[in-house]
């Protein structure tokens, strides 16, 4: 996304000026327009965190020099980022501004309530008169409505709002632009003018007082439409914005029709509005959005697309953006919706893991193989399940030193459901957990990079520095992150250390996934590890997956933005130190048995009746369980005098030795000549999920070669095996996932037989 504003600014100000040394003025004054002296002024540039402070003279002025930045945050007193300072190109400017210094005003405007929909108000309209007579109980309020230009307002709705009563009294100004209120003393009043909310308020002690505001106001010329929840009107290059609404243009390609005669709905976060407007013939629509709200872009077929945040803006506010629409094809044709490799969204068979195996004291884990099917003389496979729990409490002490970097999603769709919130409170937490001697790095990203920083000292205070300034908005560039991340990972990188990039997104992005993953791949054998932290449900799974298994590092999944906080300082508290390197487990078994399938784990090798399974790093918090599966050939009794021999090989870091240990699992003969299974319905149902998922799994890389037979075949035999060992009724995930193979089979079906 790429966006411009112009606009002006009474409270919060956004000066676009030229990067480079920009000369800044400002003179504080108090409410009385007295200037106030010995406050202190503290500007912050975005991406660098470079500090410029200040201290406002006898006569509330001061001077900053801020060079070589190109956006800086203002804190003024107690008032933190009221003030923005941007900048375009390279040059000199020199700037000067008045600030109106009031602490309590600003208090009390962050009381008013954006959002009444939910609020029943009693409504009471005025007919009253400047003259009347005001009781000791009561206090007047007139409110004179007139242009910039000084010109009054007549026939202008105008309420005064009483939240604390639920009362909401109502008035429309007269010719000469006045509406006169009596209302109740000692009380607290929130001030509307049209559309626009909480324009200004009004508060009464004891007494009666009679109050005039004079409210600068240029209203709506355009007439619109309020159908349930959507407004619909048709603004144009020719509309004003108004004093309560922002005049925004939208630009909009993608799409089938290439963004001509799209429709675009602008969803009001925090309320249940929708804007809705139809682009014209060269793909452009104008919309009237309300300031101090934000607004996420939704399209029929792709939704949280991009942000307009504002928030900030007050005045007569102008806005330009360029959105890119990519229909989402499970959306756009959810009856032919058939997922390929990078479009398939399924959960880990471990996620439904219920219980916890049997964690160790004396050693950093556990890794148990049992036999989960008796073998008989019409076996046709033999199936084992191998768990592995991490010890809580070994190495405990033993922390290494952490060189992280966090490459951070910063895109639009981050603003929605409480994510960007969510984050910054996760991120507070892993600047509290920091150690001196660590060293992290933080990368922002939405289209491109937007912000990066690397962090040795002062660890929380930076944090929150970073903090304020996130402010999601534009598109979803993981790849160019990533990138950004690799190349500040690099320039520290240290084989003492944790050397680990954690990529948290709720998005696709925009690159190739195959591109991505042989970028992970390669960078891996440089000695840094990858994790990914997928949020809410719309994100590319497969591509994170990925990325975790390439880069030696785990996958975790925040569903919603509430488990953002534990999930992600989970993966980061996942980084401090490994239990075990460089672990290798390997399985040899009998002549009589065929290696099939491993569920669980990349098979590193199969050779010569052994099997290897590589893990480089062990990290803590492991409560696994995986499958292996082998075919029989004409297996008799005699299979019983060969176990299956398990050799376990790894580093200890407490240790600081290498450990090796073998174990033997017998194989158990049945005289029955049905199917006995050897473990309760928890084993069965994860194997089923996990056969399943790969059916999957392999029919979407079938269907995106557009080899439909093999993907008919993956789902087949997926829907046989289930049926073997669930031959009646199924448990429910499994029952769902059951019905979704199905009916994709069916899809794929009509496909070839050319339906």
């Known amino acids: 996304m790429k966006s411009t504003f112009l606009a002006f600014f009474l409270l919060v100000s956004m000066l676009t000026l030229a990067q480079g040394n920009i000369i800044y003025h400002l003179k504080v004054q108090g409410p009385n327009g007295d200037g106030l002296s010995n406050i202190q002024v503290i500007a912050v540039e975005s991406k660098t965190l470079a500090e410029v402070k200040g201290k406002t003279d006898v006569s509330g002025k001061l001077t900053l020099n801020m060079d070589n930045g190109k956006e800086w945050l203002l804190s003024v007193g107690e008032l933190k980022n009221t003030i923005q300072v941007k900048a375009v190109d390279y040059s000199i400017a020199e700037i000067g501004k008045t600030y109106i210094y009031d602490v309590e005003a600003f208090l009390r405007k962050k009381t008013q309530i954006l959002d009444r929909s939910q609020i029943s108000f009693l409504e009471k309209k005025q007919l009253v008169s400047a003259k009347d007579v005001v009781l000791e109980s009561e206090c007047m309020v007139i409110v004179k409505v007139a242009t910039p230009e000084g010109k009054p307002l007549n026939n202008i709705s105008v309420s005064v709002i009483n939240l604390e009563d639920k009362i909401k009294y109502t008035a429309k100004s007269d010719i000469n632009g006045k509406a006169v209120f009596k209302v109740p003393n000692q009380s607290k009043y929130d001030i509307d003018i049209e559309s626009f909310l909480n324009y200004t308020y009004c508060d009464f002690g004891k007494g009666s007082v009679r109050r005039t505001i004079d409210a600068e106001f240029v209203p709506m010329t355009i007439n619109e439409e309020v159908v349930n929840d959507t407004v619909y009107h048709k603004a144009n290059q020719y509309t004003k914005p108004t004093s309560s609404r922002a005049l925004i243009k939208l ?24 804007y809705a407007v139809t682009t014209n013939s060269l793909g452009i629509a104008y919309v009237l959005l309300p300031i101090k709200e934000v607004f996420m872009v939704d399209f029929n077929y792709q939704k949280s697309v991009d942000v307009v945040n504002l928030t900030y803006k007050t005045g007569l506010v102008k806005g330009e953006y360029s959105i890119y629409y990519n229909p989402d094809p499970r959306l756009e044709y959810p009856e032919k919706f058939i997922p390929t490799s990078d479009r398939l969204f399924v959960e880990d068979f471990n996620s439904f893991l219920k219980e916890q195996f049997v964690k160790p004291t004396d050693r950093p884990f556990n890794i148990k193989v049992k036999s989960m099917l008796k073998i008989n003389k019409n076996s046709k496979e033999a199936l084992f399940e191998m768990t592995l729990a991490t010890s809580s409490n070994y190495g405990k002490g033993n922390r290494m030193p952490l060189h992280l970097v966090l490459v951070l999603d910063k895109s639009g ?166 239990l075990a390197k460089d672990l290798k487990i390997e399985i040899f078994y009998h002549k009589k048995m065929i290696y099939s399938k491993l569920y669980g784990y990349p098979l590193k090798e199969v050779k010569d009746n052994q099997l290897s399974i590589n893990i480089n790093k062990l990290p803590c918090n492991k409560n696994e369980i995986s499958f292996i599966k082998f075919l029989l050939d004409k297996a008799d009794k005699t299979i019983e005098d060969e176990p299956l021999k398990i050799k376990v090989s790894y580093f200890d870091p407490t240790k600081l030795k290498q450990i090796e240990y073998e174990e033997e699992i017998p194989l158990m003969w049945s005289d029955e000549s049905e199917l006995e299974w050897n473990v309760g319905n928890e084993e069965k149902r994860l194997y089923a999920i996990a056969i399943l998922n790969q059916s999957l799994k392999v029919m979407a890389e079938a269907h995106g070669n557009n080899n439909t037979k093999d993907a008919i075949k993956a789902l087949k035999s997926g829907i046989q095996q289930l049926k073997e060992i669930f031959p009646e009724a199924k448990p429910k995930k499994v029952k769902a996932l059951f019905e979704e193979v199905n009916k994709y089979l069916l899809l794929l079906q009509r496909i070839d037989s050319g339906k």
Request: aromatic share 10%; glycine share 12%.
């Open 413 to 578: 769709s981050m603003y929605g459901n409480n994510r960007g919130e969510s984050l910054k409170l996760a991120l507070w937490e892993i600047g509290s957990s920091l150690e001196e001697g660590d060293v992290v790095s933080i990368v922002f990203f939405d289209m491109g990079i937007s912000a990066y920083y690397t962090i040795n000292k002062d660890y929380l205070a930076v944090f929150e520095k970073i903090i304020e300034m996130y402010m999601p908005g534009g598109g979803t560039n993981i790849f160019g992150g990533l990138k950004k991340g690799v190349e500040l990972i690099k320039n520290n990188i240290d084989d003492s250390r944790a050397n680990k990039i954690i990529l948290l997104t709720d998005g696709y992005g925009t690159s190739e996934t195959k591109n991505i993953t042989d970028f992970i791949e390669l960078e891996s054998k440089e000695g840094i590890d990858f994790s990914a932290v997928g949020v809410g449900e719309g994100f590319n799974e497969s591509l994170l997956r990925l990325i975790a298994q390439k880069g030696n590092g785990t996958y975790y999944r925040a569903g919603s933005a509430a488990e953002i906080s534990n999930v992600f300082a989970a993966a980061v508290n996942n980084s401090f130190s490994y």
């Open 251 to 274: 630009t909009i390609t993608g799409g089938k029709r290439k963004g001509i005669n799209e429709p675009v709905f602008l969803r009001q976060l925090n309320s249940s509005k929708v």
